[in-house]
């Protein structure tokens, strides 16, 4: 408890500081879309473009892939000034030293604070309730995440969050705010103008035919934010 308590302390102190570098686009990695060797080049294609966060979405059971694989997105981030985000996995998040993005049913947000320490970027699946990113707010999230906004090909289904949440949601909390779930070009501007920080981008942005084809996606959504 005391470790707890003390990391979520370190947090608040840290939080003014690392809102003001969470924003822009928030690029999401897919195993399948990405098979074939697509993986680096097209990750490191959004982070020439402007990615800011780049989060490891991998669900399989391969440990020994995923770590490698993790590893290497890590050093591409630290090279181009990102943020590298692991998807659900605590353990592998603290062996490489990296964000963390936990789902509701991931684990607990406040020990993952505790783990990985005050400095790391972790986020917090909200789904559309403000209910959930109180929660994940008061224990020490560095952002929180809203969605599906429309529909997606990673989680296909009727759109459940609205541009009047994303109202709500800037006027209760500092945290910055990621708008995920279906977003294109098109829409990506009515929800940084509803008070969206970040927009988190899968099949939009990698579902390219070239890297040079992603980089110039990530280019695009990241002069939305100029």
């Not at 969050?161 to 109202?167: G, I, K, Q």
């Not at 500092?174 to 899968?202: D, E, F, K, N």
């Amino acid at each position: 408890m005391a470790n707890t308590c003390r990391a979520a302390c370190l947090w608040i102190f840290h939080n003014e500081e690392l809102g003001m570098n969470l924003r822009g686009l928030y690029a999401i990695t897919d195993t399948p879309l990405l098979a074939g060797g697509k993986l680096l080049p097209y990750a490191e294609a959004a982070l020439i473009g402007g990615a800011r966060l780049l989060q490891y979405r991998d669900k399989s059971g391969d440990a020994g892939r995923r770590f490698d694989e993790a590893q290497a997105l890590a050093e591409l981030c630290q090279r181009h000034g990102a943020t590298l985000i692991i998807n659900d996995d605590l353990e592998l998040a603290a062996r490489l030293g990296v964000g963390l993005h936990l789902g509701q049913t991931d684990g607990s947000l406040a020990a993952a604070r505790a783990r990985l320490g005050a400095e790391v970027v972790i986020g917090g699946t909200c789904h559309a309730q403000l209910e959930l990113a109180e929660r994940a707010v008061a224990e020490g999230a560095s952002y929180i995440a809203f969605g599906r906004f429309f529909n997606s090909n990673t989680k296909p289904g009727a759109p459940a969050a609205t541009v009047e949440l994303l109202d709500q949601a800037r006027a209760r909390f500092a945290q910055p705010i990621v708008a995920i779930g279906g977003v294109t070009l098109g829409t990506a501007p009515g929800l940084i103008a509803r008070g969206a920080s970040m927009v988190a981008v899968i099949h939009t942005l990698f579902a390219a035919d070239s890297a040079l084809e992603v980089q110039d996606r990530a280019r695009a959504f990241a002069a939305l934010f100029d």
